[in-house]
Structure formats: structure tokens, C-alpha cells
């Protein structure tokens, strides 16, 4: 799907939709796990964060997505020229992360449909998301292996078609119809116009990473 | 500047217990020179629930701006407040001795101080549980404005029930009894007093709460 | 008025609040300095 | 966002209809509050019931004995509600997707329907083992609907804010308790005049602002102690 043109023809088919952060800091007690960390994405651009472990990528992540105050520093993220606040945008983005669980009470379908509900999306939705990651409706969300359980966090994350991507190690964990299912379901995404922030410990063997931030000390 | 205001404080004080011996007289139905103790008794409970309520407003002003000395304001007021609550209630149980032969009878206003002081002593313990600074701010400041919605209620319905569980009837001591206009004096000038050293204690505590971590005082 | 024994009373509670208010001095003083410091 | 009342009621009943789904599945909090109501009841009633309590006594101390067993019940099955969502980190995606205010509207009607069905099973075993003679059982449903209620909404509040905290156990009774205890001293005078058949007095308007001012301050304080 890597279109072959290079950037600087590229011009966002969508009103411009951006997401700018600078200087963010995060500490936890005496320990400062972001210093100033400044970036940007744009409609069809990834942004790649890495770094080893324990460098804040999680942190800057949840942070980005509202889960986490930053302690300093400025986040803004439009869409369609229109400023959100912290509580819309943490309610419009797609978050996909290792500690994200689901109800293991109830089967992937009644996950989804719940949370579909949450997202005022039609729960059709989420079938035919399950399809395209490859995941039995109706199985206890509980008795899932690690491999599906990544998938149903992709399913979940993309139900209310997110403008706004972040992904914390998204492809960990996946066997290879799993990385390349999810990997088309992105690449759909930034074709039409979506972004995204991938955090990864090492560089990803990615079609196109626009820009790139490297946490390491 | 400020030194002018400190003396100046001292000497209000000062006059205070002054004043509390010898200007104000010892009006009918008190027993001996000891119940003067009210002078006392009742600002430091005025000044427990100014502790409170300063402590509710410097919340609602952390929940807004985030501001990590707004959080230490705030914890620092309650800490204030429940030792003025503590020390009230010795006094007012001092007092009761006197006054009603117990030191604890179940009085409306003891029963209520008390109960507040259970309710702020269970913020300092939620304080005590958070680890992470931005959460422990937000979830105390919740609970700080949650207790002025509801300690009211304390001192609303404790006296009414109360004095239905006492057949006999209950001399209120603050309010019911008429005040000579000189004890009013001295009691007002001593809550003014209290209310005073209130808000130095705070400042002092503040500051040494945000040297302690190490940043800047505000 | 008896000053005997109620002088006492007034008495020993003045000493303390001078003292709890030299203590509350002191301490703004000390304050101030390692405020100076940061 | 201005979220439209159908969709933001959609949501409530759907955090509503998920928390009893759950429930079904694993039947957690029904055990818990079930064993707990009884277990309570049987020790207090086998204390109580050989001496036959007077009637006299009866109407002092049965009806407080009566909310003590609710009030322990919901201390014990309640703060489940929140403290498994950050404990299985189901709080993540929650936080990401609902509404707050919505939420914490869902989550308190699950704890009303379970406290109205702890109290509904419990109050006539408890009068039956006591042999307490209600005058006026409707004052009693007032009492105990009013009194649930409180009991419902302000745990729901306090079991949001320990939820976040370490020691949850414990942590709850000693927050929640303070709270609780102007509404309890309301619901055991409702009850008392219930079951001696007076009128419902001053108590009952005042539990139930009582219950007003603790719904809205959960409103207002729900969402800032929900999201970061």
C-alpha cells in the first residue's frame, strides 16, 4: 500500500486535523521520566517515539492520550481546525497499549458491543472489526491468548474510527496473519488521512515513518 | 512589615487572656472562675471549622489549576483544623466537667465536633495511602469539598436528635445563654484572635511543606 | 476581683503564648533564609 | 461535547446492564452482600434473640441494629464496583471511552438495585428473627428506600476515590463510615418511628435532601476523581 510518491507532494485530503505537543515533562516522587519531550503528527504521518526501556514512552503515550497530567509542557490536538481539551480528546482517540484489559466476564462480542455502546458506534462495528483481526465472537474475553488478546485491543481501539492513533508497542506478541492484519487496518488508517504515534523499544521495519523521537538517554 | 503585624498579634492575644479574667464578668449559671475556659473552647472550634472550609475552597482552587500548592494549602488547613478540633474538644470536655459534673455527655456540639474530626482524619489517611502526587491532590481535594457538603448535615441533625435522646433540657453553651456585652467582646476579640493565628500557623506550614519538596516556596 | 489565684492562671498562660509566639518568630526567620538558599 | 440525554442515558444503562451482566457470570457481589447480611444477622439475633429483647428496648435498639447490618454489608460487597476496574485495569479502556458523568449514574444504579435487594431480603428475616411488629410498613419501605439510597450514593463516590489508592479494604470503611453516619442516624429514626407507628417527623425530608446533596456532589466531584 506504500505509495511511492514522495512527501513534500503529499497534501492532506481532510481539513487539517494535527496533533502538537511540546516541552512535556512527567515525574513519578524524585524520579523525572520525561524532560521536556516536544513532537507532531499530521494527517497520514506516523510519528515513531523510541527508546530503551523505561525511557517514558509509555509515559508520553498516556500522557498524549489524556490517561496522565503532564506535570508541564503543552499538548494540542485539532481536528478539522477545531481544538479539543484534554476529556474530548481522550474520548476521540485510539489507544492501544500492553495494560489495556478487557471484561473477562464476557465474551469478545459483549465487549465490544459494550463498549460500542460507550462510543455511540453501531455494534456491527464491531463484528466486522473482529473479522478483519481474525477473533472468535464468542469467546470469554477471560480464556484469550496473549496473541488475540492484542488483537481485540487493535478491534477495540479502531471501533469509533479514531482520527488520532497511539500505539504502544502495537505489534507485540502477534503471529504473522495477526501482524498483517493489523498491519493493513493502519495502513488504512493513515491512507485516509488518520494519524498516528508508535512507540516501540527498537526502530520498526515500517513502510514510512515521517518523523521520529528518540528517548534514549 | 510583617514583624509590626506578628507583635501586634502577640499583644491582641495577650489582652485576650487578659480580658478573659478580669474584663469580662462570670455571667449566671456558669460555676467558678474555671468555666472561662469558654474564651477559649470556642474560638479554637471556630477556628477547626475555618480550618475546613479554607481547606474546601484552596480544593475546589487545586481541582481547577493543578496547582501543587493549592494541594499543600489544602492538607496543611485540615492538619490546622484537626488540631483546633482536638484541642476544642479537650477544652469543651474540661468544660462540660465543670459545667455538668461529665466530661463527655453526649452534647449535641461535642458529638458533631467529634464526628468531623473522625471525617478529616480519615482525608489524612487517604492522603497517606496515594503515592503518586497529581492523583493524592485530586482525590483529597474531592473528598475535602465532599466533607463541607456533608459535615454540615452534622451539626444540623445531631442537636435535633440529640436532644430528643436527653428528655431533660440541654444548656446550649454558646449560643442560648445571653451574653453579657463584655464577655462578647472578649469572645469575638479572642476568635479574631484564633482566626489570626490560624492563617500565620498555615503560612508557616505551607512554606515548610513546599521546602520539603524541595521546590520553591509559591 | 481575687488576683491571687486567678494572677497565677493569667500569668502562666501569658508566659506560654509569648513563648509559643517567640518559637512561631524564630521559625518564620529560619524560614525565610532556607527559602533564600533555593 | 454536548452529548444528547438519549445517547448519555444509553451509556449509563449500558455501564447499568455490563455491571449486572458481570455480576451474573461470577455472582461475586450477590455472595458476598448475601453471606455478609446473614452472617451478620444470625450473630447479632442469636446475642439478642434467646434474652427476648422488650419491646421497649426493641424499638431503641433493633432498627439501629438493622442499618448496622446494611451498613456492614455495603461496606463489604460495594466498593468492588471501582476497585476491580483499576484492579483487573479495565479502568483504562473505561476511562478512554465513557462518559463520566454517565458512568457514575451506571455504576450507582447497580448499587442501588444491589443494596434495595440486600434490604428487601434482609429487613423481614431480620423481623421475623427479632419479632419486631412493624405499625406502619410503609414508613418502614420509605426508610429503607430513602436510607438505601444514601447508602448507595455516597459509597459509590467513596469507592470511586479509594479505588485509586492502596489498602482499598480498609481505606473504605474509614472514609466511607463519616459520611454514612448523618444518614444512618436519619434512617434509624425514620425506622423507629415506623415501627412504632408515629408520623415520619422532620427525619425523612431531611434524609432525603440528604440524599440530594450527596448526588449532586457526586456529580460534580465524580468526574475529577475519575480522570487525571
Not at chain 2, 47 to 54: D, E, R, W
Not at chain 4, 50 to 72: D, E, H, K, R
Not at chain 4, 93 to 117: D, E, N
Not at chain 4, 180 to 185: A, D, E, R, V
Amino acid at each position: 500500500m506504500a505509495d511511492g510518491a514522495g512527501r513534500q507532494g503529499y497534501s492532506p485530503p481532510v481539513p487539517t486535523s494535527r496533533l502538537v505537543f511540546q516541552g512535556v515533562r512527567r515525574r513519578f516522587g524524585r524520579l523525572s521520566v520525561l524532560e521536556g519531550v516536544s513532537g507532531e503528527a499530521a494527517p497520514g504521518q506516523v510519528l515513531l517515539v523510541t527508546g530503551p526501556n523505561g525511557s517514558g514512552k509509555s509515559t508520553l503515550l498516556r500522557c498524549l492520550a489524556g490517561l496522565l497530567a503532564p506535570d508541564a509542557g503543552s499538548i494540542e490536538y485539532r481536528e478539522d481546525d477545531r481544538p479539543l481539551d484534554t476529556a474530548e480528546r481522550r474520548r476521540r482517540v485510539g489507544f492501544v497499549a500492553p495494560d489495556l484489559a478487557f471484561y473477562g466476564e464476557l465474551t469478545v462480542r459483549e465487549n465490544l458491543a459494550f463498549f460500542a455502546r460507550l462510543r455511540r458506534v453501531e455494534p456491527a462495528r464491531g463484528l466486522a472489526l473482529l473479522d478483519r483481526v481474525g477473533l472468535p465472537a464468542e469467546r470469554m474475553a477471560g480464556t484469550l491468548s496473549s496473541g488475540m488478546r492484542q488483537r481485540l485491543r487493535w478491534a477495540w481501539a479502531l471501533l469509533h474510527r479514531p482520527r488520532l492513533l497511539l500505539l504502544d508497542e502495537p505489534f507485540q506478541n502477534f503471529d504473522a496473519p495477526g501482524e498483517s492484519a493489523v498491519r493493513g487496518l493502519l495502513a488504512e488508517h493513515l491512507a485516509d488521512g488518520g494519524m498516528a504515534v508508535v512507540a516501540n523499544p527498537s526502530s520498526l521495519d515500517f513502510d514510512h515513518v515521517d518523523t521520529r523521537i528518540d528517548l534514549g538517554r | 512589615m510583617k514583624n509590626l503585624l506578628a507583635w501586634l498579634l502577640w499583644l491582641w492575644i495577650s489582652a485576650v487572656i487578659v480580658g478573659a479574667f478580669y474584663y469580662a464578668p462570670l455571667a449566671m449559671g456558669f460555676l467558678g472562675e474555671s468555666s472561662r475556659i469558654l474564651f477559649f473552647h470556642v474560638p479554637m472550634a471556630w477556628a477547626s471549622f475555618l480550618g475546613f472550609i479554607a481547606a474546601a475552597v484552596w480544593s475546589i482552587r487545586y481541582l481547577r489549576s493543578r496547582n501543587p500548592a493549592h494541594d499543600r494549602a489544602a492538607a496543611a488547613a485540615i492538619e490546622l483544623g484537626l488540631l483546633f478540633g482536638v484541642l476544642a474538644t479537650v477544652t469543651g470536655a474540661v468544660w462540660a466537667r465543670i459545667m455538668w459534673g461529665a466530661y463527655w455527655n453526649w452534647d449535641p456540639r461535642q458529638t458533631s465536633i467529634l464526628i468531623s474530626l473522625l471525617f478529616y482524619g480519615a482525608y489524612l489517611a487517604l492522603r497517606g495511602a496515594i503515592d503518586d502526587q497529581d492523583t493524592r491532590g485530586r482525590l483529597s481535594a474531592a473528598y475535602a469539598i465532599l466533607g463541607i457538603v456533608v459535615t454540615p448535615f452534622l451539626f444540623w441533625i445531631v442537636p435535633r436528635i440529640t436532644y430528643s435522646l436527653h428528655p431533660e433540657p440541654v444548656i446550649n453553651a454558646e449560643g442560648k445563654i445571653e451574653m453579657e456585652s463584655r464577655m462578647q467582646h472578649v469572645l469575638y476579640a479572642s476568635g479574631l484572635g484564633f482566626a489570626a493565628l490560624f492563617f500565620w500557623m498555615h503560612d508557616l506550614a505551607c512554606r515548610v511543606a513546599a521546602l520539603r519538596e524541595r521546590k520553591p516556596a509559591p | 476581683m481575687v488576683t491571687g489565684g486567678i494572677g497565677w492562671v493569667v500569668a502562666v498562660n501569658l508566659i506560654i503564648w509569648t513563648g509559643l509566639f517567640l518559637y512561631m518568630l524564630r521559625l518564620g526567620k529560619r524560614l525565610r533564609e532556607m527559602e533564600k538558599e533555593k | 461535547m454536548w452529548t444528547p440525554a438519549s445517547t448519555w442515558a444509553a451509556e449509563a444503562l449500558a455501564v447499568f446492564v455490563k455491571e449486572w451482566r458481570c455480576e451474573f457470570r461470577t455472582r461475586y457481589a450477590l455472595n458476598t452482600l448475601g453471606l455478609f447480611a446473614f452472617t451478620t444477622l444470625v450473630v447479632v439475633s442469636v446475642n439478642l434473640g434467646p434474652l427476648g429483647v422488650s419491646t421497649a428496648q426493641g424499638t431503641a435498639v433493633l432498627p439501629v441494629l438493622l442499618w448496622l447490618i446494611l451498613l456492614f454489608s455495603v461496606a463489604a460487597g460495594l466498593p468492588r464496583t471501582f476497585v476491580q476496574e483499576e484492579e483487573s485495569q479495565t479502568a483504562v479502556a473505561l476511562r478512554l471511552a465513557a462518559t463520566p458523568s454517565a458512568l457514575f449514574c451506571g455504576k450507582l444504579l447497580y448499587s442501588l438495585t444491589l443494596v434495595f435487594a440486600l434490604a428487601a431480603l434482609v429487613t423481614p428475616v431480620f423481623a421475623a428473627m427479632m419479632n419486631l411488629t412493624v405499625e406502619s410498613p410503609g414508613l418502614l419501605a420509605g426508610a429503607l428506600a430513602a436510607g438505601g439510597y444514601g447508602l448507595a450514593a455516597g459509597s459509590t463516590l467513596v469507592a470511586a476515590i479509594i479505588a485509586q489508592a492502596r489498602s482499598k479494604g480498609t481505606l473504605f470503611a474509614v472514609l466511607s463510615f463519616p459520611v454514612l453516619l448523618p444518614l444512618l442516624l436519619l434512617a434509624v429514626e425514620v425506622t423507629r418511628n415506623a415501627v412504632l407507628g408515629d408520623a415520619a417527623g422532620v427525619a425523612l425530608p431531611q434524609l432525603l435532601l440528604y440524599d440530594a446533596s450527596v448526588t449532586i456532589a457526586g456529580l460534580m466531584l465524580f468526574p475529577a476523581v475519575w480522570n487525571p
